[in-house]
């Protein structure tokens, strides 16, 4: 059986649909359920096992990035949001999904309601659409199994990216952190454009304390193809482009529980 | 409310005066309508005259474009007419709608059809720059999305002309916005637009020149995949209901067709502040995702945009040939206050209007309630051939549809064109090259304009398989952009585009086939297949004074010789012949632009190349027809103050099989990297080349060749080819076996070092640092974009 992803849009969600392309390739069953649907009850969340919210601007990212969507998700879909944390289920919040996340709450601490940190404005100031080399940390996030230690190649496009906590939730997260921004030798960077938001200590990714869920800045969903790399022709490629695995590993996770 | 014009009883002085800052339209025009209802027996409501001026103004009839056309005394076949024979004579197999929808259509692969429009906004972008860009693009979106029933829109693409950012405060005209202001707020606006849309903008470019102080060229395209089963344009059916589906209405955009007719003067920027409208993008998604889900479900008879005009433009087009009764107080509305007139005109954004049959109105409803989407049934689609709308029982506009389409009095225009009497220079040798090579390189016309492409999103829908700036550091151009539509698979569209404003003032035909040319070679330099590629014209243009459209004569005749030539058609166009300030002391022409856009289809994306080096050691040679002392109009004399005369001209005669052989050479899996020559010559086209690779080259000039005419010459159709095999000694014959019969020169190799050195007859005649050429490069727009 292959697992059911809910791929959720609303206004203002765009990158929906390579994010499906992304999780069928995976081996995933998608489908792209508006948020009305879930509001309605024509659709409950707990008839899926993946939960993903795609990039894009939703609400057009008015108040703060991400924001409404998350108000919309802690006030009228609490209930089926605890149920599906509670059985276990993956969630991967790309881009704006993952400024979603952080202002739910579940990211970092997985506590609806609790917002503990932030992304804000990039320090450039502006929007930014380049490919970064990302450090995969040795979280215990059931995305990047296999992945510690290596470089993944990603694009970043975003205005509003830079991760911001305050010093203890920093310290106390330091062991969830995912994905930094790094140099092509690995080494995590303040340096801009290889940080391209200004992150603090370079945090590119995050999972919650379960490794259930992740969430992350850069496009994987934008990878899953050689040739949507930007020097594809220049590069003898072995293996799977980078973006893959991250939903793979999902679809394995949910197979194998 | 509603008033009525006595114009049965005006005199000419009058008519004109009714006209002026609102109407746009000339005292002939006015003298019909004043014919129209003295035969009728009444006078027009406001919103009749409304309508009647949308109708027919120059931006939504292009009355010069269909004119009949007397040039030096002789007459020729109308504009249009010409561009359209060209097609029909191509009768290109792969064109399945041209100039009869919102977009042209070509097919795709496995049932797709893929589409492309091109538009301007230069009026609304003068006088409010972030939103004139944004609705630009909002406005193109459309285009697509109502192209046949329905598209789905994968890529935005964006061409600027402004005066320098570094023009005096004192050059710029009485009402005119300074260029440093207008290209940060119009790439803002581009940026915002398709970045919240989620449509990527990858290809595009920014000319400069001290003319376009009084009006910069802002234009915008779109391309969009949609089922082929389902590419035609769509016909209403009497009975059928008109549903506006989107924003609502206000007062933003009132008058913007109109207005946007007419010449820019030191007023427009107050009277006419009304006619741009506010963009909202996020709207505009969510009724795409509402519009593709109902046309999936075979819901929409016919769909068009709500663009200039408003209803009055989208209602009476649709309906014309069946008629179409609107009951307008149905119309959700922003805030109350408005007159029926203004609601019927109103150019509010992100609205569509759709022709559904009545038993599908439930269902399609219901679509739209999913996704946040208002839907209004406004009226329906008659038999009468009459254009009735109602405001709370009242009739304010009751028109003939005949007359409304067919009532504009016919032009005749008068065209002359002499050739300009410009001169050319006697440049001595340069002295200091690597001097000149680093000025080349940081001109405004040649400089790199990554700052902006950063803003712009041009990886969202995971499809870009070129991407505009690439190579080892990510900042060397691509001349196209690849993308792959169909997720997992490898079938690809290719877009691409070029202008040179320079050009056309020396000589607009050889001006705008360098334009056409360039479009076609930045495709081919990327993989395109020549066959399968097709065109799209954006004529921007001072207004038709005898001169100007003796220019725009021989820039149409132009493209339909390119065409011809190369069987590419020109499927989709657009001209807008409002280039020119006017005060009472001052005429400003605008320079003529001529975009020629191009796109096409791809069956494999693996087979393409990108401009950057891929390794030492390889030989480079030159595909291409050029006259090296064919200077005029470069940025070369440009740096020496002169525009000169002798300017590059394509020849027809070589370019198609130049073209067919590259893309040739390119399928084979032959060439590393393909770049076209265009601003800056083989000189800049050879540094960015070096850019990309990490690593320099080695050019041989040929004995008794001129070594700057041949480093800047900027003759479009040419490429620099690194080849895959053939270094060293067999170089030059692998080169020649693959470009049998086209001209085509080996000029060097690639080198480890960072370094381009040009030599002639086995003497060095200087080297020069990549970095030192890349700092100039990167220099101005760092300056602007910061």
């Not at chain 2, 889900?293 to 014309?320: N, V």
């Not at chain 2, 003529?592 to 030492?616: E, W």
């Not at chain 2, 940025?635 to 020496?640: H, N, Q």
Request: aromatic content about 8%; glycine content about 10%; charged content about 25%.
């Amino acid at each position: 059986m292959k697992p059911k992803v809910c791929v959720l849009r609303t206004d203002g969600t765009n990158c929906d649909l390579e994010t499906f392309a992304a999780f069928e390739k995976a081996g995933g069953d998608c489908r792209l359920v508006h948020i009305n649907r879930l509001r309605n009850k024509e659709e409950k969340l707990a008839d899926y096992q993946i939960l993903a919210i795609p990039g894009g601007f939703s609400y057009g990212d008015d108040v703060h990035a991400g924001k409404i969507l998350a108000v919309e998700l802690t006030s009228f879909l609490q209930e089926q949001l605890v149920e599906f944390l509670a059985a276990g289920k993956p969630i991967l919040g790309i881009c704006n999904g993952f400024q979603v996340l952080v202002r739910t709450g579940i990211l970092p601490d997985r506590k609806i309601g609790e917002v503990s940190a932030a992304l804000v404005g990039n320090d450039s100031g502006r929007f930014e659409c380049r490919w970064v080399t990302l450090f995969t940390e040795n979280a215990p996030c059931i995305f990047t199994e296999g992945l510690a230690g290596k470089c993944l190649n990603l694009p970043v496009a975003h205005a509003e990216g830079k991760f911001y906590a305050g010093p203890e939730t920093l310290k106390k997260i330091a062991g969830q952190v995912v994905f930094r921004y790094a140099g092509e030798n690995g080494r995590p960077t303040q340096d801009y454009p290889l940080n391209p938001n200004g992150s603090l200590n370079a945090i590119a990714g995050l999972c919650d304390p379960t490794g259930l869920v992740l969430g992350l800045m850069p496009h994987p969903e934008r990878f899953v193809e050689h040739t949507q790399h930007p020097n594809w022709r220049r590069r003898d490629f072995v293996g799977e482009p980078h973006g893959l695995a991250i939903f793979r590993n999902a679809v394995r996770y949910v197979k194998n529980a | 409310r509603t008033q009525t014009i006595p114009i049965r009883e005006m005199d000419d002085e009058q008519l004109l005066e009714l006209s002026r800052d609102k109407l746009f339209l000339n005292l002939e025009e006015m003298r019909a309508i004043q014919d129209y209802f003295r035969a009728s027996g009444r006078d027009p409501t406001d919103c009749e005259l409304e309508t009647i001026a949308q109708t027919w103004s120059e931006h939504c009839v292009h009355k010069t474009f269909k004119a009949r056309l007397i040039v030096n005394g002789e007459e020729k076949t109308p504009l249009l007419k010409r561009l359209q024979q060209a097609t029909a004579e191509i009768s290109h197999p792969l064109v399945l709608s041209a100039f009869v929808d919102n977009s042209g259509v070509m097919e795709f692969y496995h049932g797709w059809a893929i589409c492309g429009k091109v538009e301007t906004h230069n009026s609304p972008s003068a006088i409010e720059p972030y939103g004139g860009a944004m609705t630009g693009s909002g406005g193109v979106f459309r285009d697509i999305m109502g192209t046949g029933q329905g598209a789905r829109v994968i890529a935005s693409t964006d061409m600027f002309c402004f005066a320098p950012p570094d023009t005096p405060r004192e050059d710029i005209p009485p009402g005119c916005l300074h260029p440093h202001y207008l290209l940060r707020r119009v790439v803002a606006g581009v940026r915002d637009y398709g970045n919240r849309m989620g449509i990527p903008t990858n290809n595009g470019s920014v000319h400069f020149h001290r003319d376009f102080r009084a009006k910069p060229t802002v234009i915008v395209g779109a391309y969009g995949i949609l089922p082929k089963d389902r590419c035609q344009k769509g016909k209403p059916r009497p009975g059928d209901l008109a549903l506006v589906i989107g924003g609502r209405t206000g007062r933003d955009g009132i008058h913007g067709a109109t207005f946007s007719s007419g010449e820019m003067t030191e007023r427009t920027i107050e009277v006419n502040a009304s006619a741009v409208q506010i963009g909202h993008p996020i709207e505009e998604k969510r009724m795409s995702d509402a519009i593709l889900e109902a046309g999936a479900a075979g819901l929409i008879r016919a769909i068009t945009d709500c663009g200039a005009g408003g209803f009055s433009s989208a209602l009476g087009e649709m309906g014309a040939q069946t008629g179409v009764r609107v009951q307008l107080e149905r119309a959700p509305l922003k805030y109350s206050g408005l007159k029926p007139w203004e609601i019927w005109v109103s150019e509010s954004q992100e609205r569509m209007v759709l022709a559904v049959a009545p038993e599908n109105l439930e269902r399609i409803l219901e679509i739209c309630r999913g996704f946040n989407v208002e839907a209004t049934v406004l009226g329906e689609f008659t038999g009468d051939r009459r254009l009735v709308v109602t405001y709370q029982g009242e009739t304010v506009c009751d028109l003939d549809m005949e007359f409304l389409h067919h009532g504009l009095p016919p032009r005749v225009m008068r065209a002359s064109w002499q050739e300009p009497a410009g001169e050319e220079p006697a440049l001595a040798l340069p002295e200091d090259w690597a001097t000149l090579y680093c000025r080349v390189m940081g001109h405004l016309n040649v400089c790199s304009k990554e700052p902006i492409v950063r803003m712009y999103d041009h990886g969202v829908q995971g499809s870009n398989a070129l991407p505009p700036y690439g190579g080892t550091a990510g900042d060397a151009p691509n001349d196209a952009v690849l993308l792959t539509p169909l997720y997992g698979r490898r079938e690809a569209v290719v877009i691409s585009h070029g202008l040179n404003p320079v050009l056309n003032q020396i000589d607009p035909y050889y001006g705008s086939l360098w334009a056409a040319a360039e479009a076609a070679a930045n495709a081919v330099a990327a993989g395109a297949d020549p066959r399968e590629t097709v065109l799209i014209d954006n004529f921007i243009w001072p207004f038709p004074d005898e001169e100007s459209l003796g220019a725009l004569d021989r820039a149409v005749d132009a493209c339909v010789d390119f065409a011809r030539a190369t069987g590419m058609p020109f499927i989709s166009g657009k001209d807008s012949l409002s280039s020119t300030y006017r005060t009472k002391d001052l005429v400003l022409k605008i320079p003529p632009v001529l975009c020629v856009s191009a796109f096409g289809r791809l069956p494999d994306v693996t087979k393409t190349a990108s401009a950057d080096f891929k390794r030492a050691g390889s030989i480079l040679v030159l595909v291409g027809k050029r006259n090296p002392a064919e200077m005029g109009g470069s940025v070369y004399y440009d740096l020496a103050g002169y525009l000169g005369k002798n300017l590059p001209r394509v020849d027809l005669g070589t370019l198609p099989r130049v073209l067919a052989a590259v893309h040739r050479a390119i399928a084979a899996g032959k060439v590393l990297a393909c770049h076209d020559i265009s601003e800056g010559g083989l000189a800049a086209c050879l540094a960015e080349m070096c850019f990309g690779g990490g690593m320099g080259a080695r050019i041989d000039i040929p004995a008794g060749e001129r070594p700057d005419f041949f480093l800047f010459n900027e003759t479009a159709g040419c490429f620099v080819v690194e080849l895959a095999d053939g270094g060293g000694e067999d170089g030059g014959k692998a080169a020649e076996e693959l470009f049998a019969g086209v001209p085509c020169l080996p000029i060097g190799a690639t080198l480890p070092e960072q370094q381009i050195v040009v030599c002639q007859e086995g003497k060095e005649l200087f080297r020069v640092d990549l970095n030192e050429l890349k700092e100039a490069w990167k220099k101005p727009m760092l300056k602007v974009f910061g």
